[in-house]
């Protein structure tokens, strides 16, 4: 992403918008972008809404107001010039882009967002099965970001203490050895706004699993959200909430599958059928 | 997308958040799961949701991209689309989402999803205990359930819980902390009243999952400085 010199007024007002704070107003009054810090999520590209102004005329405004200390200032939410222009993104960092904009669908899962299904889908899915926990690890969430290079520090310590990484994830897809959790080279050096490495672990092993993140999340340099998830039995009750209660969790807010999906897919009734 | 599970404030406040929302399983049943995700968020026209979405086209509330200064000062910001419209233009199935911000609603729209057996995935992300209950009062025994478990690492990153309450209503990040912190003050200052900039950070969280009730009421406490 970038912003155009020659249409930029210096409103400030895409400052606060970008999600990990990489825009700023440089020596000459108007919005700039840190490259490095940009996790190309194009937040303000796409959510800022655009007024047509002129740009010359607007900043000869700006300045005469100025001088009567008076203050051209557009609605928060509003760029007066379109002076924000989206770049083509070639590999690696449109890595950026993959992991940060939600409205971009993940090749590699298809699924937009971060391009997890985890249980949201395990009704049809199966994903995880009965005596078995999910455990999403988020680095960089909420609102910090996190560079590869930080994330293979944990995946590598996760793979050491003999994690087993859910296959359709998109950071799985980029290790280059699930042995060792070592991540492909290329993209250690980018920075995304979060991304989200899954495991699946038993019920029984969990607590273990817990203690290694915690190691993890002691080392890191980031922020990390962790989620737990598992089946319910036939009367819906599940064993987490006393595990996690235990280990001095909370358990209050929680997403539920409610199993109404059934797989529907032609091949999978045909295959039935057969 | 995890977008729903790590939101942030005091459960009080949570009490009234409820996000239920529609995903086809890659490969299982996502055939034909366009029509079924608008057919579910549909049947969520009835119990006016205050909020809905789905990442593939965006939410009810929208930027502008074609405004100009006459439509600016003589017609006014048209910053929310209509339930009809965000469903027509649906490209996906996506992930499709609708919020409430009172129970009885989600019980009424589970109990008319229920019975329109779409066979998509249906999730509800709120508190744990108001979720068991609903399932107890529609009849339905949940699959699954996946807790959060907070924020690690290195948390003295984070900002303040008011700005976090706010920032954590989109999932992925696109309420960027600065900004709900800027809507703080100028709710604070007087420059902005709540309600208009419940609407202008909703129009950032492209999935449609920020509930603009909670919004607007963190923001009134923090207008009375509470």
Redesign the interface.
């Given at each position: 992403m970038k912003i155009s010199k020659e249409k930029c007024v210096g409103c400030a007002n895409c400052?606060?918008?970008?999600?990990?704070?990489a825009i700023y107003i440089g020596e000459d009054g108007l919005a700039e972008i840190n490259a490095d810090t940009c996790v190309e999520?194009h937040?303000c590209y796409?959510?800022?809404?655009?007024?047509?102004?002129l740009p010359g005329i607007t900043r000869t405004i700006r300045k005469i107001l100025k001088k009567i200390n008076l203050r051209f200032q557009p609605?928060?939410?509003?760029c007066p010039t379109e002076a924000i222009v989206p770049e083509d993104l070639e590999w690696p960092r449109i890595v950026r882009r993959a992991f940060s904009d939600?409205?971009v669908t993940h090749e590699s899962?298809?699924?937009?967002?971060?391009?997890?299904?985890?249980?949201?889908?395990?009704?049809?899915?199966h994903r995880?099965k009965k005596g078995e926990a999910?455990v999403?690890v988020?680095?960089g969430?909420?609102?910090?970001g996190v560079y590869f290079r930080e994330v293979q520090k944990a995946t590598r310590v996760m793979a050491a203490a003999g994690a087993r990484f859910e296959q359709g994830n998109p950071v799985t897809q980029m290790m280059i050895s699930q042995a060792t959790g070592d991540i492909r080279e290329d993209v250690l050096d980018e920075r995304v706004?979060?991304c989200?490495v899954e495991i699946t672990t038993t019920i029984k092993d969990l607590t273990h699993t817990l203690n290694v993140?915690?190691e993890i999340?002691k080392a890191?340099?980031?922020?990390?959200?962790?989620?737990?998830?598992?089946?319910?039995d036939?009367?819906?009750k599940?064993p987490?909430?006393d595990i996690?209660t235990k280990e001095g969790?909370?358990?209050?807010?929680?997403?539920?599958?409610?199993?109404?999906?059934?797989?529907?897919?032609?091949?999978?009734t045909n295959r039935e059928s057969i | 997308m995890t977008n729903t599970l790590h939101r942030f404030g005091k459960p009080e406040t949570l009490s009234e958040d409820y996000i239920v929302f529609a995903m086809a399983g890659k490969g299982f049943n996502d055939e034909g799961a366009l029509e079924k995700a608008q057919s579910f968020l549909r049947a969520a026209i009835k119990y006016n949701p205050i909020n809905m979405g789905n990442a593939l086209v965006n939410s009810l509330y929208r930027p502008e991209k074609n405004l100009s200064f006459l439509k600016l000062y003589f017609v006014g910001r048209q910053d929310k689309t209509t339930y009809e419209k965000l469903i027509d233009e649906m490209p996906g199935p996506g992930s499709a989402a609708a919020v409430f911000d009172n129970r009885n609603d989600v019980i009424s729209f589970i109990q008319d999803v229920k019975k329109l057996d779409l066979g998509l995935s249906i999730n509800v992300s709120a508190l744990a205990d108001n979720v068991r209950d609903i399932c107890g009062e529609v009849d339905i025994t949940p699959h699954a359930i996946e807790y959060t478990l907070g924020f690690h690492g290195d948390t003295t990153r984070l900002p303040d819980r008011e700005t976090l309450s706010i920032s954590t209503m989109c999932g992925h990040g696109m309420v960027s902390p600065n900004f709900a912190k800027k809507m703080v003050t100028h709710v604070k200052e007087g420059r902005i009243d709540p309600e208009d900039a419940t609407r202008t950070m909703a129009k950032f969280c492209v999935c449609g999952v920020f509930n603009t009730t909670r919004a607007m009421g963190i923001l009134k406490n923090a207008k009375k400085g509470l």
């Open positions: 400052v606060p918008v970008c999600t990990v704070g999520c937040n796409r959510s800022l809404s655009f007024e047509h102004l609605d928060p939410d509003v939600p409205m899962t298809g699924v937009h967002g971060r391009g997890t299904e985890e249980v949201k889908t395990n009704d049809v899915s995880i999910g999403v988020e680095f969430r909420p609102g910090i706004l979060s989200i993140l915690k999340c890191a340099e980031t922020v990390v959200s962790i989620g737990v998830s598992t089946i319910c036939e009367d819906g599940e987490l909430r996690l969790y909370e358990t209050g807010w929680a997403k539920v599958n409610l199993g109404l999906g059934r797989a529907s897919n032609a091949s999978i | -």
